[in-house]
């Protein structure tokens, strides 16, 4: 059975920052992307890691987030910096563009 576990969300200051993991199992991913969705919007795309190395970024957190990946672990991380208000909200793990995460919360606030 395939399994995404997400964590590291948590309540930080605006300036601060956060890392988030997604560790899959059951299967060697190709792609695992981050998601997130604030309440009353729709879920957006955030950052794709490739298992080549590859990565994409949306225009909102490029130069503030970075997506990296241990092939090893079959783990994804997302290294948020600089988080602004606007980054608030559930963040999910998707895996080769099917299955996705049980999201973990992220709150900007001072």
């Known amino acids: 059975q395939v399994q995404l576990v997400e964590s590291g969300g948590g309540l930080v200051h605006p300036g601060g920052s956060l890392r988030l993991s997604c560790a899959a199992s059951g299967t060697i991913f190709r792609s695992l992307a981050w998601h997130r969705q604030a309440p009353g919007n729709a879920r957006e795309w955030v950052a794709t890691?490739?298992?080549?190395?590859?990565?994409m970024y949306a225009d909102s957190v490029k130069g503030r987030f970075t997506i990296s990946g241990d092939n090893g672990k079959n783990t994804v991380y997302l290294q948020m910096n600089s988080l602004k208000v606007e980054d608030t909200g559930v963040y999910y793990c998707?895996?080769?563009?099917?299955?996705w995460g049980q999201g973990t919360q992220v709150t900007v606030s001072s």
């Open positions: 998707r895996l080769d563009g099917s299955i």
């Open positions: 890691y490739g298992r080549d190395g590859s990565t």
